[in-house]
């Protein structure tokens, strides 16, 4: 009698366990509710075409596109005159007529690094032990109201970010985290939703990074209107332009670098837009709550 009631209670304590998920087995799904790794690795390219929202009802249109490993371009347009912010796998770059630097010019050292710490063609957790990346569950959560697996992405750099996974589509739900940007710690947090079929690929159609400007919280998001995949995107899209002036020094209150772009839907949350840059210097955006997540 007493062996059977072990037995019982040795099952009952191991249930939960047997039940659990691992780190790999969430990412494994997350990976398989996006398509797929051989649809994600098909894709060399991708375009982005929509409009952005910031600061108190501002809008540009834009197109982002992007390459493998870690190359970005993002084109927008304010008032008229368009701005170019692009990452060739190693420097970024920029030109922002609207904030007086027609010019190409090379951005700074430091926002060249966090452009690189935030690119990444497939999402941090494609490959992640491949990339230097370390990934640790911590446990089971809600975001924004949906049952979520908070994941912890600590990079080769040393930066770390949360990843919030939705527990019942296993689609990523957002992230948040910490910046240290010129000696200012920023905190940020982004959400993705609107997951629409592209290609045989879900991918985000909606996204929106609040984040700490040098005027309070600020919100911006994205709403995408076309995705198109494999693109021709020539390396002279991404390659800081000969001629190009050097980076300027920052101004002590400089906002963040801007972020740059995860093949996961949007641009990778952490830093805002050079777009947003040019609202930063605007009255404080009290923060809006973010779109609600379409399930697919």
């Known amino acids: 009698m007493r062996r059977i009631l072990a037995a019982v209670m040795l099952t009952a304590l191991l249930a939960p366990l047997a039940a659990a998920q ?65 990452f060739d796998g190693k420097h970024a770059w920029a030109s922002l007529p609207f904030a007086g630097r027609k010019e190409p010019e090379a951005m700074s050292e430091e926002d060249s690094k966090q452009m690189g710490d935030q690119a990444d063609f497939d ?68 959400t993705t939703s609107d997951y629409k079929e592209v290609g045989g690929m879900l991918v985000a159609h909606t996204m929106q990074s609040q984040f700490q400007g040098p005027h309070g919280a600020m919100v911006q998001t994205m709403a995408v209107d076309k995705v198109e995949l494999n693109v021709p995107a020539a390396d002279t899209l991404f390659d800081l332009p000969a001629g190009a002036k050097p980076a300027a020094p920052p101004p002590a209150t400089a906002p963040a670098a801007a972020g740059a772009a995860s093949a996961s839907g949007a ?6 837009t050079a777009a947003a840059k040019a609202d930063s210097a605007k009255a404080p955006v009290k923060a809006a709550k973010p779109p609600a997540t379409k399930k697919p």
Not at 267 to 272: I, V
Request: charged fraction near 25%; proline fraction near 3%.
């Open 22 to 86: 691992t780190v790999d087995e969430i990412i494994a799904k997350n990976i398989k509710a996006r398509g797929g790794m051989e649809k994600i690795k098909a894709v060399k390219t991708m375009r982005f075409t929509g409009k952005m929202t910031m600061g108190q009802g501002m809008e540009a249109p834009f197109t982002m596109t992007m390459a493998r490993p870690n190359r970005s371009r993002v084109e927008f347009t304010i008032q008229g005159m368009t701005g170019v912010q692009a």
């Open 123 to 190: 999402g941090f957790l494609v490959d992640y032990a491949a990339k230097g990346n370390k990934v640790e569950l911590i446990g089971k959560d809600k975001f924004e109201g949906t049952d979520a697996y908070k994941l912890k992405v600590t990079q080769a750099s040393g930066n770390t970010r949360t990843i919030w996974i939705d527990a019942e589509t296993f689609l990523e739900l957002g992230a948040d985290g910490k910046r240290t940007m010129r000696g200012t710690e920023i905190e940020f947090k982004s």
């Open 267 to 272: 641009p990778a949350a952490g830093a805002p």
